[in-house]
Every structure is written in C-alpha cells, then in structure tokens.
C-alpha cells in the first residue's frame, strides 16, 4: 500500500500523472471517494500519463469514454449512475477489461462483484482539518 499526501489539485494531477506513466496493458485502475474530492483532477493526470492530450471529463452520462491518442487505449468508465450491475454488460465491460487498454473506473465500489480479482485501487479522501486543498490518496494493489 502507498500514501499520498495532495496539498493542492496540481499535486493530485501530479501523482494521477505517475501512475499513468507506470500504467500496463490490461491494468484496472478502481478510483473511490466522495463528491468533489478530485478524481477527475486525478483522472486527467493519469490520462497526461498515458500520453493522452485531449480533453479528459467524467462519462458520468454515458458510462464510458474512450481515449485512444495515447500510448494505449484509455477506457475510463464512471459507474455513479448504475442502478444495477448488470448494465455494464451492454457497454462492453467485459470486453474493456480483457482488452489492450487501461481501464479507469470511478466508484468501482458500485460494481464490486463484476471487478476482476487482480485491480489497483485508488482511494482518495478529504481532511478539512489539514486545509481545504488536502487529499490524501492511499493506492492498494488486490490480488484476490
């Protein structure tokens, strides 16, 4: 396990931008925290990472967005919207998660039971005690 200390949302990108620099074909990449506490901000680091310099925005409506500009395929799905599990089937998750890519999953703890075993979980989380702009980003490996 690995802790982050953010104190501003360049150093959130900053860290997301690593981790997309380090990023392998197949990975998954689980992101979990609140409302507002900087997964995008993360996420568009993480896409720098990969090479990727388009514009880079939560799929909140359309479940999954594609980038594929980079060094590898993207597969960014947010999952916040998902009433039932099942669903991500009809966009292809399956497909996604077996693929060439890297795929990046906002509120993966809404579809626990359809993660693959082997995942990179990301957690990031607010200390208003420690200032406004503080996050503190743990980064977990699962095997099983």
């Given at each position: 396990m690995e802790t982050i200390e953010s104190f501003s949302p360049e150093d959130t990108f900053e860290y997301g931008r690593q981790?997309?620099?380090?990023?392998?074909?197949?990975?998954v990449f689980c992101l979990c925290g609140d409302l507002g506490?900087?997964?995008t901000v993360f996420t568009q680091g993480f896409a720098r990472g990969l090479g990727i310099n388009e514009p880079v925005s939560s799929p909140?409506?359309?479940i999954v967005q594609i980038y594929e500009d980079g060094r590898m395929p993207f597969y960014h799905f947010d999952v916040y919207r998902i009433s039932d599990p099942e669903e991500m089937y009809e966009v292809g998750f399956d497909d996604?998660?077996?693929g060439e890519g890297v795929c990046f999953i906002e509120w993966a703890g809404l579809i626990e039971e359809l993660l693959p075993e082997r995942r990179t979980e990301i957690?990031?989380?607010k200390d208003l005690t420690r200032g406004f702009d503080y996050r503190l980003i743990t980064r977990?490996?699962?095997t099983a």
């Open positions: 981790c997309g620099l380090m990023a392998e074909p197949g990975q506490v900087g997964k909140t409506f359309t996604y998660i077996e957690t990031i989380s977990r490996e699962i």
